[in-house]
């Protein structure tokens, strides 16, 4: 689990990196603002879309 958490916020803090600099204090805020974004399309996907995946496999 503690790799799952790793892995969402590395992503969004390399992204962040891209545009803010890391000494900025607002660095942290946008990593943490896109980790959400990518929280709620996890999300999303396995509520809508994963089980449509599925049901179409069985159908």
């Known amino acids: 689990m503690v790799l799952i958490a ?3 916020l590395f992503v969004p803090s390399v992204i962040a ?3 803010v600099s890391q ?3 607002s ?3 946008i ?3 896109i980790a959400l974004v990518f929280i709620v399309l996890t999300i ?3 509520l809508y879309v ?3 995946l599925r049901a179409r496999r069985k159908g």
């Open 23 to 25: 000494e900025d204090v």
């Open 17 to 19: 990196g891209w545009f």
């Open 6 to 8: 790793r892995l969402l």
């Open 31 to 33: 990593a943490f603002a």
């Open 27 to 29: 660095y942290w805020i």
């Open 44 to 46: 999303a996907f396995e």
């Open 50 to 52: 994963h089980p449509r």
